[in-house]
């Protein structure tokens, strides 16, 4: 009973301080949240105001929400927080939101983030794909699923294509038909906008001036007309000359021409730095191994793996 007690005054005590509301939970299939927030993210803004947005999704119109825009722009916050504000309603916590209207879920289904299992053998696209495969398997017309970026960690038309295959899977109300909100950098994939009627496209907004990208926090609807790596890279510290660089090569891949080498300053022999050298039975068989690999032609994630590897094999 005191276990209990405490829970419940320490939800009260958290609504109060921070202005959450009473949502009204039914038995409705829809979710409208209007002003949500994250309840952890703007516990940590510093006295910055964390910029709140709305939620629709049901099983009609509004089932499954597309969102794109570029890196640290705020989808991934945006979605945890629907994710949240929906499981603490069902627990029967205010939510932090200007209002809320929830109908009961049966399940909350994530595949958000990257991880590996190496030990076993699992690079993070094979985790992501069980991942999806389970959630697939569990999820019904009744749950909510949080998809973040499926498909980016394998080839470019592989991971659009797998990605294009679920949305239709989960629209389709025969296999799924459960509420979705699914964050792409796929810009293609909001053309199911106009084939599908039950998908619509949301991005976060933000401004460009000049080189300057500027978060506006805000979802919107429509695609996002860019992904803004390159700027998204700036501000992350990449040096000024790989910024420059993507820029040539983003230029010459739009026009279609190819992507001329680049022109690399070479050091004096003098400068060079010493180079590291290995135990002699490993360096052989490590020597042979980088001499075998084509860079040009590895994915992050079989580098990741060689990476591994080689380590491995050092080690023994």
């Known amino acids: ?18 202005g959450y509301c ?3 939970v039914g038995l409705s299939d829809g979710i409208t949240i209007r002003d949500g927030r994250h309840p952890v993210v703007e516990q940590l803004m510093d006295g910055a105001p964390f910029v709140s947005n709305d939620t629709t999704l049901d099983c009609g119109e509004n089932q499954i929400a597309i969102i794109t825009g570029p890196n640290m722009a705020g ?3 945006y979605m945890r927080q629907t994710a949240l504000i929906v499981l603490m309603a069902q627990i029967g916590s205010f939510v932090p939101a200007a209002s809320a209207c929830i ?3 049966d399940g ?3 595949r958000v983030g990257a991880s590996d299992d190496l030990a076993s053998g699992q690079s993070t ?4 794909m069980t991942e999806v495969a389970q959630i697939m398997k569990q ?8 998809l973040d970026e499926i498909g980016r960690g394998t080839s470019t038309f592989d991971g659009m294509s797998i990605a294009r295959a679920v949305l239709e899977y989960i629209a389709d109300k025969k296999r799924v038909g459960a509420k979705t909100l699914f964050a792409t950098h796929y810009h293609e994939l909001t053309a199911l906008e106009d084939t599908l009627s039950n998908v619509k496209n949301y991005n976060i907004a933000c401004k460009k001036r000049g080189d300057e990208l500027i978060f506006l926090r805000r979802i919107v609807p429509g695609g996002a007309d ?6 998204v890279s700036k501000l992350a510290g990449v040096p000024d000359w790989i910024i420059r660089r993507a820029r040539q090569v983003l230029e010459q891949l739009e026009k279609g021409r190819e992507v001329a080498p680049a022109r690399v300053a070479r050091q004096k022999q003098e400068e060079t730095a010493p180079q590291m050298t290995f135990g002699s039975a490993a360096a052989s068989e490590i020597e042979a191994a980088l001499r075998a690999i084509d860079v040009n032609t590895l994915t992050p994630i079989e580098a990741m793996n060689k990476l591994y590897e080689l380590k491995t094999l050092l080690k023994d």
Do not use: H, Q, W
């Open 103 to 105: 109908g009961v879920v």
């Open 226 to 231: 860019d992904s803004y790596g390159i700027e």
């Open 75 to 77: 989808k991934s916050t």
């Open 125 to 128: 696209f094979m985790v992501e």
């Open 1 to 18: 009973a005191v276990a209990r007690l405490d829970v419940y005054c320490s939800l009260a005590a958290v609504a109060s301080a921070n």
């Open 108 to 110: 909350i289904y994530t």
């Open 22 to 24: 009473r949502p009204d």
């Open 139 to 146: 999820a019904t017309s009744k749950s909510l699923l949080i």
